[in-house]
């Protein structure tokens, strides 16, 4: 039970460097422009009707310098607790 804990702490953790980093990113985007610096990852939605259901499905990912600088932060937070 304990390991389990852990990995849901860890990915929770994780987690939100990433989005605290990304926003960083956004909210510095004009004074630090290096920051805001990064790729889109994913795909485009697909769309499945079956005329009953309609179901759609996609993923995209927008990462930036401070969104990796905030799970790198993250990381070292994790390992100290």
């Known amino acids: 039970m304990r390991k389990a804990s852990s990995t849901l702490g860890f990915m929770l953790v994780m987690l939100v ?3 605290i980093g990304g926003i960083i990113g956004d909210v510095f ?18 769309t499945i009707d079956l005329s009953v259901i309609k179901l759609v499905l996609g993923f995209t990912m927008q ?6 600088l905030g799970l790198v932060i993250s990381l070292l937070i994790f390992k100290k607790l």
């Open 17 to 19: 460097g990433l989005v």
């Open 63 to 68: 990462i930036n310098l401070a969104a990796i």
């Open 29 to 46: 985007q004009d004074t630090l422009p290096i920051l805001a610096y990064g790729r889109s990852i994913g795909f485009d939605p697909v």
